[in-house]
């Protein structure tokens, strides 16, 4: 069982920053990849970013420019940083991990832009 434990997520004014965690139960070499999703009421749940074990990244196209995945081997963890904030971005983030044959989630972490 890999564990996920999400952290950073919170309320913010528009054009603010946040800084989302996820610190993994196990090696990051032992996970092929790693990514944020999120999901607000009413909306699909949509792949926002995504980090390969090899640094391959990929971003959708509405948080491009604004956001960066980036990870912490020496800390099992994968960050995602969140710049330029709106209130599109209001959802629930979660962290998901991929090893052979198996995915794995965080607990979902809110972020709230709002004035």
């Known amino acids: 069982q890999v564990q996920l434990v999400e952290s950073g997520g919170g309320l913010v004014q528009p054009g603010g920053s946040l800084r989302l965690s996820c610190a993994a139960s196990i090696s990051l070499f032992s996970i092929y990849d790693m990514g944020w999703y999120r999901q607000a009421p009413g909306k699909q749940h949509d792949l926002v970013a995504r980090?390969?074990?090899?640094?391959?990244?990929y971003y959708a196209d509405s948080v491009k420019g604004r956001f960066t995945i980036s990870r912490d081997n020496a800390k099992n963890t994968v960050y995602l940083q969140m710049n330029s904030l709106n209130p599109e971005d209001t959802a629930v983030y979660y962290c998901n991990a991929r090893t052979t044959g198996a995915g794995f989630w965080g607990q979902g972490t809110q972020v709230t832009v709002s004035s």
């Open positions: 980090i390969t074990s090899g640094g391959n990244i």
